[in-house]
T-cell receptor
Framework: AQSVSQHNHHVILSEAASLELGCNYS??????LFWYVQYPGQHLQLLLK??????LVKGIKGFEAEFIKSKFSFNLRKPSVQWSDTAEYFC???????????FGKGTTLSVSS | GAGVSQTPSNKVTEKGKYVELRCDPI?????LYWYRQSLGQGPEFLIY????????DSGLPNDRFFAVRPEGSVSTLKIQRTERGDSAVYLC?????????????FGPGTRLTVL
């Protein structure tokens, strides 16, 4: 069965620092990959997604992620974080049947101004 | 446009009681999902509807949990004989297409507390 691992449980950064959140998945077939974000008091929303093509995908608010098939990874990056990026970030992949998303445990990002 | 809505936003109940949680999807979205999120965890899949039918209910933890979507729009998650371990945030998500692995749009969730 597929699984998703997020390496960092809680990341604390100062504004303008660079961010990289790790995500590894365990599935060798065709993969769609997602990063979702949940800002304080808000619902989960899509940050970016990879379906095919260019392995470097760009999402909202300056986030990007790189799909590295050989490493089964889809790490999230942002060159310079802002206080407003404080949120919980979830990596997700579809299950093998395509009937649901499998989420990682999430990474809480705290950005101090 | 309006997003996915869920009611109630909070539900406190006593052990052994029956609860219903409602999800109103984005208009026109045919795929509907229920997830459960416990503290410190990511959402965990419960059930997936294509239209009116449950296409995959493999995530339902036991037979106390049941969900319906009679007209292919609103869905209700029903939990019988609630237990303290059922306490969690129950999330509903919908998608405009029934393409495997497509983007899902999430509602705000219902926080269920079983005393």
């Amino acid at each position: 069965a597929q699984s998703v691992s997020q390496h960092n449980h809680h990341v604390i950064l100062s504004e303008a620092a660079s961010l990289e959140l790790g995500c590894n998945y365990s599935y060798g077939g065709t993969v769609n990959l997602f990063w979702y974000v949940q800002y304080p008091g808000q619902h989960l929303q899509l940050l970016l997604k990879y379906f095919s093509g260019d392995p470097l995908v760009k999402g909202i608010k300056g986030f990007e992620a790189e799909f590295i098939k050989s490493k089964f990874s889809f790490n999230l990056r942002k060159p310079s974080v802002q206080w407003s990026d404080t949120a919980e970030y979830f990596c997700a992949v579809p299950n093998q049947a395509g009937t649901a998303l499998i989420f990682g445990k999430g990474t809480t990002l705290s950005v101090s101004s | 446009g309006a997003g996915v809505s869920q009611t109630p936003s909070n539900k406190v109940t006593e052990k052994g009681k029956y609860v219903e949680l409602r999800c109103d999807p984005i208009s026109g979205h045919t795929a509907l999902y229920w997830y459960r999120q416990s503290l410190g965890q990511g959402p965990e899949f419960l059930i997936y509807f294509q239209g009116t039918g449950a296409a995959d209910d493999s995530g339902l933890p036991n037979d106390r949990f049941f969900a319906v979507r009679p007209e292919g729009s609103v869905s209700t998650l029903k939990i019988q004989r609630t237990e303290r371990g059922d306490s969690a945030v129950y999330l509903c998500a919908t998608s405009p297409r029934e393409t495997p692995g497509d983007e899902q749009f999430f509602g705000p969730g219902t926080r269920l507390t079983v005393l």
